[in-house]
């Protein structure tokens, strides 16, 4: 399999369908919307096309691979590859206008990530990385912010749409780095989350009740940019396991105050 190739294409696909996003962007029919399960989850005939277009084209990249997607093209594949993707990732930004939302890819070779892409729409900002590769954005190589305080350091969350027993604790989480950072951002996508501190803009990001196509994409890219992802414990189970931590050098800062509160 030659990575370089196929992360080639995964980026022209990306700006492809970018501007497809982007298009309807501009004159969005708002009376297209649907909702899925809660009133915060929401899904438009945006998200539904761009998860077709990507899925139709990136089963010619990689015949045979398989499929989990958020909009619910999942399938095995006949091989050891499966892609990870969520169309749009902040589509509640994209239904309101806030021009923060992106396509997020990430392939996997026996479940483990061999590529990630992260195209930010608005801004035309591809981050990517491949196996044994460097993280770029556009063509520029990025890496993890040096910062090794959190006093010094702007930290990135989200707020899950579903909320478990474990609700108090989070809360508890954010007032503490709230107290103790330069302060916490909500941009409403996890992909642009994990991308901003792969490329230093932030220092780190938290989030729990995630799932694996908001993450799969940024969270190795930041891998590749030199930082450190895990759960919540501190273990390898971020991918699946809906909790993710993912910073430079305040990982072990961040990950000591997530541990004592949940």
């Known amino acids: 399999m030659n990575l370089l190739l196929v992360e080639k294409q995964v980026i022209q696909l990306c700006e492809e369908v970018g501007n497809f996003i982007r298009t ?13 399960g809660s009133f915060s989850n929401l899904v438009s005939y945006v998200d539904k096309e761009a998860e077709l ?3 139709q084209r990136l089963s010619e990249i990689i015949p045979g691979a398989g499929f989990i997607a958020e909009e619910g093209t999942d399938s095995e594949g006949t091989n050891e590859y499966k892609w990870i993707i969520d169309p749009l990732d902040g589509t509640t930004n994209f239904l ?5 939302f992106a396509i997020s890819i990430g392939l996997t070779r026996k479940d483990q990530t061999v590529l990630g892409v992260v195209y930010e729409v608005s801004h035309k900002e591809c981050f990517h990385a491949i196996e044994g590769g460097k993280a770029y954005c556009n063509e520029k190589e990025i890496h993890v912010s040096n910062i090794q305080s959190l006093n010094e350091s702007l930290l990135a969350t989200g707020f899950p749409y579903y909320h478990t027993d474990k609700k108090e604790n989070y809360l508890e989480i954010i007032r503490i780095f709230l107290e103790q ?3 916490i951002r909500r941009l409403g996508s996890a992909a642009i989350d994990l991308a901003y501190v792969a490329c230093g803009r932030m220092e780190g990001f938290f989030e729990y009740n995630l799932k694996p196509w908001d993450v799969a994409g940024g969270a190795f890219i930041l891998q ?3 930082g450190k992802v895990t759960d919540f414990s501190g273990g390898n189970n971020f991918l699946f396991g809906g909790e993710l931590c993912a910073a430079g050098g305040v990982h072990g800062e961040m990950l000591k105050v997530i541990k004592d509160k949940w």
Not at 96 to 100: E, T, V
């Open 24 to 36: 309807e962007n501009e004159n969005f029919d708002r009376t297209r919307i649907e909702q899925k």
């Open 53 to 55: 277009r990507l899925v």
């Open 96 to 100: 309101h206008g806030l021009p923060i």
């Open 181 to 183: 950072t330069h302060g």
């Open 224 to 226: 590749q940019a030199g």
